[in-house]
């Protein structure tokens, strides 16, 4: 069967960095996104991985590892606002999105 | 500004009605998507559609119905086969379906409660 899993949730401190994991093992690979969400809001795309390495953004990053079945989003100088819900998505080898049940973040001052 | 409206925000349903959830886009996107989302779960994926006049049963079809009559609108229909439809449903869009950067621009969502 297809899984993308994450970790349910994740503490931090506002002004640090925090890396939230995802592992996936899809039928096939085209791409993997992260989306933020926030409570009972709509989720918003934050990042797209199709290769190997690190995407940069402004204070997100994300990294994908394909051998490994791995990806990591990296939230820097973290703010309150970010305190959300955060998605991994694996897209498959038919096109069709995977989702993870994703990573509440509680960002503490 | 563009954007996708879903309609309404809260409903209760009694069991045994259906009720239809709107969905409409002005981005001019081609495809359109349901997703349920419930607690401790990844997004489910109810139908799909990439063009007018055609949609796709996703995983969990099952006592929920499409239409596909305007590329602007999906409304999704919530059956009385549904047996637990008490969820977040979430409509979203994409320039085009099957392609790998497909990012999906999604509404803000609608609750239904059965009561």
């Known amino acids: 069967g297809q899984n993308i899993d994450q970790p349910t949730e994740m503490t931090a401190t506002e002004g640090a960095i925090v890396q939230i994991n995802c592992t996936y093992q899809t039928s096939g690979f085209n791409g993997l996104f992260w989306y933020q969400q926030h409570a009972g809001e709509a989720p918003t795309f934050l990042s797209y991985?199709?290769l190997d390495g690190l995407e940069e953004k402004g204070r997100f990053s994300s990294f994908l590892s394909r051998s490994k079945g791995y990806s990591y989003l990296l939230l820097k100088e973290l703010q309150m606002k970010d305190s959300a819900s955060y998605l991994c998505a694996v897209m498959d080898s038919n096109y069709q999105l995977i989702w993870g049940a994703g990573t509440k973040l509680i960002i503490k001052p | 500004d563009g954007g996708i409206t879903q309609s309404p925000k809260y409903l209760f349903r009694k069991e045994g009605q259906n009720v239809t959830l709107s969905c409409e886009q002005n981005l001019n996107h081609d495809a359109m998507y349901w997703y349920r989302q419930d607690p401790g779960q990844g997004l489910r994926l109810i139908y799909y559609?990439?063009?007018?006049?055609?949609?796709q049963k996703g995983d969990i079809a099952e006592g929920y119905s499409v239409s596909r009559e305007k590329k602007e609108s999906f409304p999704l229909t919530v059956t009385s086969a549904q047996k637990n439809p008490t969820a977040f449903y979430l409509c979203?869009?994409?320039?085009?379906?099957?392609?790998?950067?497909?990012?999906?621009?999604f509404g803000a969502g609608s609750r239904l409660t059965v009561l």
């Open positions: 979203a869009s994409s320039p085009t379906g099957g392609s790998g950067a497909n990012v999906l621009t």
């Open positions: 991985n199709v």
């Open positions: 559609s990439q063009i007018v006049n055609d949609f």
